[in-house]
């Protein structure tokens, strides 16, 4: 509260202190006056008090006006306070609710990211089983469909597992399924052999000369004439084997089939 309400405050005090020094100088002096007289004082020592009692009251209204306004101000300002505290708090929850989906949002993503990249990484295997793909066999480097890969590999592993005859009905399978693949010279060499395995001798000779006619550089070659050789012996041709050996001889002098069939003219003789 301010200066002006604490001086108001004060005033009742000097008006008793006032009302009591002007009673004892009346009748201390009452004698000394005529009736008349004493009237007069009555009545002015009356207008003072009157006088200084509507002082005092419009003191007292003063500080209360004071003391209401600064109340009001008070309160006005709490009711801004408020104002501004509930304004900031529904800010505030907006920003929460706009952070959560933000949040929510950004998760979405990632999984959605995420999936589309398994989706990518499944799409780019299927079309690499769709793709032809580069390969090496016997030194030879080409281009295979991934089934036409799976077929030979299939099929050589029946040979290896001593099934002649199943191996025998998937080279041929895939020679006709696949006439131009790079694979042929190598399911020629592996057909003759497992016809040679069934005794299917002159199966196995056409087989092994369709090889040497079609790759006579192969690796596989000098192996076929070899081979063709064998077959005639065991179909008691021992002329034409000779013929095959010394061909062999001429054609691939290097090879480890070469020698072989030296040591198989000498045995001949």
Not at 10 to 33: E, S, Y
Not at 179 to 189: C, D, E, K, V
Not at 229 to 250: M, P, V
Not at 262 to 267: D, M
């Amino acid at each position: 509260m301010n200066a002006s309400t604490s001086r108001f405050r004060c005033l009742p005090g000097r008006l008793a202190t006032a009302l009591t020094a002007l009673l004892l100088c009346t009748a201390a002096n009452a004698a000394l006056f005529e009736d008349d007289e004493a009237r007069k004082a009555i009545l002015d020592l009356r207008q003072r008090v009157e006088a200084m009692r509507l002082e005092v009251e419009q003191a007292k209204q003063a500080a209360s006006n004071a003391v209401s306004q600064e109340t009001a101000g008070l309160n006005k300002g709490q009711l801004e306070l408020h104002s501004q505290i509930e304004l900031l708090r529904a800010e505030l929850a907006g920003l929460r609710g706009a952070n959560e989906k933000l949040t929510k949002d950004l998760t979405d993503l990632q999984l959605q990211l995420r999936n589309d990249a398994q989706t990518r990484l499944a799409l780019e295997d299927r079309l690499a089983q769709l793709e032809p793909s580069k390969v090496t066999v016997d030194g030879v480097e080409f281009m295979a469909e991934p089934a036409e890969k799976r077929e030979f590999e299939s099929a050589l592993a029946v040979f290896r597992r001593g099934d002649f005859l199943g191996a025998q009905n998937q080279f041929v399978g895939f020679l006709s399924r696949y006439p131009a693949s790079g694979y042929t010279t190598q399911a020629l060499f592996w057909l003759g052999n497992a016809q040679y395995a069934t005794r299917d001798y002159k199966e196995a000779i056409t087989n092994f000369r369709s090889l040497i006619a079609r790759s006579p550089q192969h690796v596989r070659a000098p192996e076929a004439v070899l081979s063709v050789a064998n077959c005639q012996l065991e179909l008691k041709d021992a002329k034409g084997a000779r013929k095959t050996l010394t061909d062999l001889i001429k054609a691939y002098p290097q090879s480890e089939a070469a020698a072989a069939a030296k040591e198989r003219l000498a045995a001949l003789k």
